[in-house]
């Protein structure tokens, strides 16, 4: 089922780069993301993962990384309960 990513922007308060339809069903790290999974980047140390992650259409969010991380987490919940 999953949400497009464009509704997880909305709730976020974020702005997407990429495919806003994109569906989204698993939150992952950038190292382990696939298609259909959403990743992002909470320290500095891991942007070099940015150009090899497998998320949906390269889809990363930025944003205040600690509420973002929360949220994400929440998220990850949803989905796994749904």
């Known amino acids: 089922m ?6 997880i ?9 990429g495919d806003e339809n994109c569906r989204i069903d698993r939150v992952a790290t950038l190292a382990d993301a696939e298609p259909g999974g959403i990743s992002f980047l ?11 992650t497998r998320a949906s ?7 205040q990384l ?8 929440d998220l990850e919940t949803n ?3 749904g």
């Open 2 to 7: 999953g949400y497009s990513l464009r509704d």
């Open 9 to 17: 922007a909305e709730e976020l308060g974020a702005h997407v780069h």
């Open 42 to 52: 909470a320290n500095r140390r891991f942007r070099p993962q940015l150009l090899s």
């Open 57 to 63: 259409d390269g889809n990363i969010l930025m944003r």
């Open 66 to 73: 600690d509420e973002v991380a929360k949220r994400l987490r």
């Open 79 to 81: 989905l796994d309960e």
